[in-house]
């Protein structure tokens, strides 16, 4: 059977330090919490007819048997790998077994106006799209994306 957002829920990954969304330098991330980014992100599948399974982790290998895991129960990745993003080719290997798959990456501040070594993601070499510098919004169009990537009908609420 084919996966699609109506029968398989989108992955949304969230790598380290997310999960003190809201706390941690609000000057940079904003002040919404990791569970307004989930209810968001579930807003924004419910529009297509889809879910979403929202997970976060501060360890690399757990972020990978999930994607691992994604493989048979997932129609598609949003991925903000956070600082795995700059150093995690382990997070790249397994991101590129998801044939077909639709992953989009985000990152709520613009990496490309930080520090150079934020510059770069390993994680973008395997991504259809790379989505920065929108605040949390940035997932809702990272859902919207995987959403458009798989042929889902837009349907109003």
């Known amino acids: 059977m084919s996966r699609t957002l109506a029968n398989a829920p989108i992955l949304i990954l969230n790598g380290p330090n997310l999960n003190l969304l809201g706390q941690r330098q609000p000057e940079i991330y904003g002040k919404d919490t990791l569970a307004d980014v989930a209810a968001l992100c579930g807003e924004a599948a419910a529009a297509h007819g889809g879910t979403v399974d929202f997970r976060q982790s501060n360890h690399e290998g757990e972020l990978v048997d999930w994607i691992h895991e994604a493989r048979l129960g997932h129609c598609g990745i949003v991925i903000n ?62 859902v919207e994306r995987v959403a458009t990537l798989l042929g889902a009908a837009h349907t109003e609420a």
């Open 81 to 142: 790998p956070a600082a795995y993003s700059h150093t995690s080719v382990a997070l790249l290997d397994a991101l590129n077994t998801c044939d077909g798959m639709p992953v989009v990456e985000v990152h709520i501040s613009n990496i490309h106006r930080r520090e150079s070594f934020r510059h770069h993601s390993y994680v973008s070499l395997r991504a259809d799209g790379v989505i920065a510098g929108c605040g949390v919004q940035g997932y809702v169009f990272g």
